[in-house]
């Protein structure tokens, strides 16, 4: 049995757990499509870039939303030990980082390799740098190192909450749910 029930738990605010699921099954989506591109066959390549890179953006404003709402809703009190809140702080700031830079580098790689996004295919967005081949493969380099620091983190965090759910039987995990 936890020590602190469910409804007991200082919870983060609704809008930053809206926007932790929400930002969860965007790149549960986005990650996959991206390791597929090298796999998928040339007439259907280009939508799977197209799907991949439109959530990517999409992914990149929900961030931003979420970084404006945890810097002004704090987070729920903690009582773990200070070792604890620090690697979480570390982890969480970390993810936070990746998840804005990987899909700017990402946007910024589909611009330099000459491919302006046409988000969804609906909605041209504006291209900061135009076709610049000399860099193209730098920000190409961001994007894919960017993702495996991102899968890092997440196993990271997702042996956090394992620790906390089913070894310490604590009632961390309802502070998103």
Do not use: C
Not at 19 to 34: N, Q, R, S, Y
Not at 111 to 132: E, M, R, T, V
């Amino acid at each position: 049995m936890m020590d602190h029930p469910a409804r007991d738990v200082p919870k983060y605010s609704p809008a930053s757990r809206m926007l932790h699921w929400i930002v969860a099954m965007l790149v549960f989506l986005t990650w996959p499509l991206g390791l597929m591109l090298d796999f998928v066959k040339d007439d259907v390549k280009l939508d799977f870039y197209l799907v991949h890179e439109s959530l990517g953006f999409l992914i990149l404003w929900i961030m931003l939303l979420r970084l404006g709402a945890r810097l002004f809703t704090p987070a729920p009190r903690s009582t773990a030990p200070a070792v604890e809140r620090t690697a979480a702080h570390m982890v969480h700031g970390l993810l936070y980082l990746f998840l804005i830079i990987m899909p700017v580098s990402g946007f910024l790689a589909t611009n330099a390799h000459g491919f302006p996004l046409q988000w969804f295919g609906l909605l041209p967005i504006w291209s900061p740098i135009g076709k610049s081949p000399d860099i193209a493969p730098t920000f190409s380099t961001i994007h894919e190192w960017s993702a495996w620091i991102i899968l890092a983190l997440f196993a990271l965090h997702m042996l956090a909450v394992i620790f906390h759910h089913l070894i310490r039987r604590d009632a961390t995990l309802y502070r998103i749910l």
